[in-house]
């Protein structure tokens, strides 16, 4: 069995940097690893070890990353990767929400989390810092500032789903 958690810390870096030679574009890059590190985890169970983890993580990445230009293509014609914002890339767990329940059931949710779960999550989706930016704020690196973030995002997610 993968610790996915094992997994980021070590292979974050070599994804990111995979992902930054595609993309051109630091935050866009830094927004899909974190995108590919947490489909991973969903998919955790379905890695079997025949290739090098660090080939899946890639694979994964490489496939939101295509997933994230058909999106922006539909979106209207791109001028340059300038033009492609990392929000387009997953839906906001913001607006997501928004869609979903109440302003006031989701800000319930938040502010129920623990920390650093909530501020984390406050400091990235409301705050726009990037995770380089949060984990100075923690004195905790980048790595723990998306691992945290995606930790939070999951919890708040489950939480609306168990009072739908």
Sequence with gaps: MVDIDAAFEEYFRYVYLYMRKLTHDEALAEEITSEAFFKALAAIDRF??????????????????????????????????????????????ADMLIEKESVGEIHKILHRLNEPYKEVFMLRVFGELSFGQI?????????????????ARKMIQERLEDKR
């Design 135 to 151: 984990g100075e704020l923690f004195n905790k690196t980048a790595n723990w500032a998306c691992v945290t973030y995606h930790r």
């Design 48 to 93: 079997k070890g025949d290739c090098d983890i660090r080939v899946w993580l890639c694979q994964i990445a490489k496939n939101c990353y295509f997933s994230h230009l058909k999106k922006a293509h539909k979106e209207g014609p791109i001028e340059s990767i300038d033009d492609i914002r990392s929000d387009h890339l997953v839906p906001n767990p």
